[in-house]
Nanobody, 123 residues
Framework: QVELVQSGGGSVEAGGSLRLSCAAS????????MGWFRQAPGKEREGVAL???????TYVDSVKGRFTISKDNAKYTSHLEMNSLKPEDTGMYFC?????????????????WGQGTQVTVSS
């Protein structure tokens, strides 16, 4: 079972930046996708960014050009750099992982999740 521990997040004014990190442990395979999801109050959890085992990335349209996901394969750590933040980016952010070559941006297929971290963007 993969364990994910998140760090980062916090509160920032619109236009500001934040960085989230996620460290995975207990992983024994050769393929690992890592992704970031968020959930706003009263809304379903949505996929934000993925980095596949190949290093390719996928982003939801609303964050393209503002967020950047990266992964340190040696440390099984993923980072999400969030720039030009908007109030609508506010929510609880979760990292997730799957041992696959390519992973979907839909949260239902993931069974390894981080503890969540709050991101609040004020206008």
């Amino acid at each position: 079972q993969v364990e994910l521990v998140q760090s980062g997040g916090g509160s920032v004014e619109a236009g500001g930046s934040l960085r989230l990190s996620c460290a995975a442990s207990g992983f024994t395979g050769s393929k690992l996708c890592m992704g970031w999801f968020r959930q706003a109050p009263g809304k379903e959890r949505e996929g934000v960014a993925l980095i596949h085992s190949t290093g390719e990335t996928t982003y939801v349209d609303s964050v393209k050009g503002r967020f950047t996901i990266s992964k340190d394969n040696a440390k099984y750590t993923s980072h999400l750099e969030m720039n030009s933040l908007k109030p609508e980016d506010t929510g609880m952010y979760f990292c997730a992982a799957q041992g696959r070559l390519y992973c979907p941006l839909h949260p239902d297929t993931y069974n390894s999740w981080g503890q969540g971290t709050q991101v609040t963007v004020s206008s």
